[in-house]
Nanobody, 121 residues
């Protein structure tokens, strides 16, 4: 069983910054990628940013140049530095891990419980 624990959400004014962190624990044989998704009220969950074990990154167009994802492979953690936040960034942010719990298992998607980010004056 893989557990993802997120931290760092909260309320921030437009133009401000927040840093989200996520730590993975449990039965983890290998990790392909870790990342962040978000879901605003009435909208579908969408990819914000992801990073593979090899260091390749992928960002939503709406956050390019403002958000930076980083990962510590040794500690199985992923962080999202969010700068120049906008009201439209308001959402519940979910940590995601794509990986295998055991060598003979397929890859699964694992999710954190979500952390609220609210950008408002």
């Amino acid at each position: 069983q893989v557990q993802l624990v997120e931290s760092g959400g909260g309320l921030v004014q437009p133009g401000g910054s927040l840093r989200l962190s996520c730590a993975a624990s449990g039965s983890i044989f290998s990790i392909y990628a870790m990342g962040w998704y978000r879901q605003a009220p009435g909208k579908q969950r969408e990819l914000v940013a992801a990073v593979t074990s090899g260091g390749s990154t992928n960002y939503a167009d709406s956050v390019k140049g403002r958000f930076t994802i980083s990962r510590d492979n040794a500690k199985n953690t992923v962080s999202l530095q969010m700068n120049s936040l906008k009201p439209e960034d308001t959402a519940v942010y979910y940590c995601n891990l794509e990986g295998r719990p055991y060598s003979d298992f397929p890859e699964y998607d694992y999710w954190g419980q979500g952390t609220q980010v609210t950008v408002s004056s």
